[in-house]
């Protein structure tokens, strides 16, 4: 039986995730920083850890694989994943990609340059503290490292834009202005291992979005499918990752202006509709060959949605939780 740990234990592709894992055959473990993070008590034993990005993290991540001797780490938490790679050397399997792609990635900056310089269009994007004429309305406005839509404002004029720079707690170097693409939106699973061989490209249009995509379906694009092999072949990946784009509804391009250097929350689309991205790549990293990978269904919908889950106080009480974090877990 393969162990494999989940991070993020609070997000909303867990529970599926752990239900999935658990229909495989794997022990499923979770973890997050939050004691009442959902996965953590539906897992088969949870665990409360650090913040990602604390020095304790990486410590206790550690000692929580080898206390429960733990085969394959996913990581879904951004601030996690380049401390989390640091387990390779001790024989863990990390579902992510290679370091430095990691790194271009987690920094929507240089992100841009990095595809620009490889040929790759993207929007027209710039810091906030760069000196800049000209500007064209709408923009994006966004900080350079974050996820989750924190931060994020489309802006219509100069005089709103004046007064969300005044007032935002990022400097200006931590901002990014990027020019808005007028199309459909999209966000993209690639799926791709240490060999590079990319396994499925599985496009999905956002249909509605709040902070995650809550309504969406799946879409077949040669012209998106052909712009991630690119995404891939230049900047090798190397692991799962996820591109957001927009199509420009002029043109028809597809213009990435994010790549999640790990699986999204619709990976549970990505699944239903035929892509086991998560189950083929624990197979790959294990060494077995998967048929997980292969073909799709078209015209799939996601349609997410809160669900009340009960359990008995005493049940609650009683659960295998187990804390790393060095805090007492209530």
């Known amino acids: 039986m393969t162990s494999v740990l989940l991070t993020g234990g609070g997000g909303a592709a867990i529970p599926w995730l752990i239900a999935h894992l658990r229909a495989k055959g794997h022990r499923v473990l979770a973890a997050d920083m939050n004691p009442y993070a959902v996965g953590l008590r539906m897992a088969d034993v949870g665990f409360v850890i650090p913040p990602g990005n604390t020095p304790d993290f990486l410590p206790a991540l550690k000692r929580l694989c080898g206390d429960e001797s733990v085969d394959v780490v996913v990581p879904l938490v951004d601030e996690e994943i380049l401390s989390t790679l640091e387990l390779e050397m001790n024989g863990i399997h990390v579902l992510a990609p290679r370091k430095a792609f990691v790194e271009i990635c987690l920094d929507k ?7 620009q310089a490889q040929g ?9 503290s760069a000196a800049w004429d000209n500007l064209e309305f709408p923009l994006v406005i966004k900080p350079r490292v974050g996820r989750g839509s924190r931060g994020f404002a489309v802006v219509k004029a100069a005089d709103e834009l004046d007064k969300i720079l005044r007032e935002s707690p990022y400097a200006l170097n931590q901002l990014i202005l990027q020019q808005f693409i007028a199309g459909e939106e999209f ?3 690639v ?4 060999d590079g061989e990319v396994r499925a490209v599985v496009p999905k249009k956002v249909i509605v979005k709040k902070g995650i995509t809550q309504l969406a379906v799946t879409r077949r694009h040669e012209g998106i499918i052909q712009l991630c092999h ?3 072949d230049q900047l090798r990946a190397d692991g799962p990752f996820n591109v957001q784009l927009r199509l420009d509804e002029r043109t028809g391009e597809p213009l990435p202006f994010e790549i999640n250097p790990r699986f999204s929350t619709t990976v549970t689309l990505t699944t239903a509709c035929g892509v086991d991205e998560v189950g083929g790549l624990i197979e790959l990293s294990m060494g077995r060959n998967t048929s997980a990978c292969g073909f799709w269904r ?9 669900q009340d889950v009960f359990m008995d106080e005493a049940q609650w009480a009683e659960y295998d939780l187990r804390d790393y974090s060095g805090s007492v877990v209530d």
Do not use: D, F
């Open 191 to 194: 799926v791709v291992w240490r």
């Open 298 to 306: 078209e015209g799939l919908m996601l349609m997410r949605h809160m």
């Open 109 to 115: 900056y240089q992100l841009v340059q990095g595809l």
């Open 230 to 232: 690119r995404i891939q």
């Open 120 to 128: 790759i269009v993207a929007p027209k994007t710039c810091l906030a």
């Open 187 to 189: 966000t993209v699973s």
